[in-house]
Antibody
Framework: EVQLVESGGGLVKPGGSLRLSCAASGFTFSSYSMNWVRQAPGKGLEWVSSISSSSSYIYYADSVKGRFTISRDNAKNSLYLQMNSLRAEDTAVYYC?????????WGQGTLVTVSS | VIWMTQSPSLLSASTGDRVTISCRMSQGISSYLAWYQQKPGKAPELLIYAASTLQSGVPSRFSGSGSGTDFTLTISCLQSEDFATYYCQQYYSFPRTFGQGTKVEIK
């Protein structure tokens, strides 16, 4: 059974940093690209970042470029999102999702709140 | 950037109704389109990919059509568990983009 479990969310002050993790199981993690998608409270879905299976290709939304860094460790079946210089508008539930173009499996999400 | 216009944003319907949701692209994306269902407090779930292919386990009352710039999600006979928010998403190019969402509510 495919499982994606995010962790690392919490309350952080503006300008602060946070590192999200996504633990994957039930599939060959190293064979798939992975995504981070976020959803601000009461709002729609926003794609944040994608990383290819071997980390050769990485993409970011303009809204996070230069502040967020996506990475993965295939030996640990884990996906990460390092978030720096956080802003109030980064407040959202962050989901990791398996990428096959579409996102066929999603984690339950982790809430990031940026507030003083 | 490929812009997406999803309509309507709110749809009031009754159990048993046939409903359609539209997604229009600012440029052609062939069939690189997915549809998701999201219920409150839950992660989105994939319903349809490649514009018209039903994800495994999704009821056959859901169907997708279209290619190029115009796409449609149809629910043929609305069930109580279908009241939710629906999103389209293009995966033709980066940045990936989602539609604004359509909330299907009980009439």
């Amino acid at each position: 059974e495919v499982q994606l479990v995010e962790s690392g969310g919490g309350l952080v002050k503006p300008g602060g940093s946070l590192r999200l993790s996504c633990a994957a199981s039930g599939f060959t993690f190293s064979s798939y690209s992975m995504n981070w998608v976020r959803q601000a409270p009461g709002k729609g879905l926003e794609w944040v970042s994608s990383i290819s299976s071997s980390s050769s290709y990485i993409y970011y939304a303009d809204s996070v470029k230069g502040r967020f860094t996506i990475s993965r460790d295939n030996a640990k079946n884990s996906l990460y999102l390092q978030m720096n210089s956080l802003r109030a508008e980064d407040t959202a539930v962050y989901y990791c999702a398996r990428d096959k173009g579409d996102n066929d499996y999603w984690g339950q999400g982790t809430l990031v709140t940026v507030s003083s | 950037v490929i812009w997406m216009t999803q309509s309507p944003s709110l749809l009031s319907a009754s159990t048993g109704d046939r409903v359609t949701i539209s997604c229009r692209m600012s440029q052609g994306i062939s069939s690189y389109l997915a549809w998701y269902q999201q219920k409150p407090g839950k992660a989105p779930e994939l319903l349809i990919y490649a514009a018209s292919t039903l994800q495994s386990g999704v009821p056959s009352r859901f169907s997708g059509s279209g290619s190029g710039t115009d796409f449609t999600l149809t629910i043929s006979c609305l069930q109580s568990e279908d009241f939710a928010t629906y999103y389209c998403q293009q995966y033709y190019s980066f940045p990936r983009t989602f539609g604004q969402g359509t909330k299907v509510e009980i009439k």
